[in-house]
C-alpha cells in the first residue's frame, strides 16, 4: 500500500464507501449509491467535486473531455458501479485512462453490486 499516494485519504474514502455499502447493501442503481457518498464525504469533512470535468489531449490536441463520478480533495478520483460479480476490465481500464488524461495519480475503482463492497486502487 507504501506505493500509492494519498494512502491516508483512500483509506477514509474507503471507509466511506464501507459505510455506505454497510448501510444500504447492494441492488441499487449507481446513482443512488453516489448520492449516499456525497453524503458521507460530507458527515467526515471530506472535501469533494461530483462529475467533475477533465479535458483530454492527444499529441498536444485537445479532443474532448470526460466526467468523473467523484474527485476529493483534488487528489483522487472515485469512480462507481454497481455491477454483481467480478468488476470487468473494461472499468479498470477506464479509470486508469482517466489517471493518465488528468494527471491524477490515485483512482478507486468502486464496485456496491456484491454482497461485499470491492474496491480496486489504482496509482499511475
Known sequence: MSSFEHDTLTEQIIGCCYEVHSTLGPGFVEKIYVKA???Q???KGLKFEYEK????FFKNEFV???RC???VENRVIVELKSVTG???ALFKSQLLSYLKASKVKTGLLVNFGNPSCEVKR???
Do not use: A
Not at 470535468?53 to 483530454?56: A, P, Y
Open 64 to 66: 474532448g473531455k470526460f
Open 53 to 56: 470535468e477533465f479535458d483530454v
Open 41 to 43: 464525504f460530507n458527515l
Open 69 to 71: 463520478d467523484l474527485f
Open 37 to 39: 457518498l456525497r453524503h
Open 86 to 88: 467480478f468488476i470487468p
Open 122 to 124: 489504482i496509482s499511475t
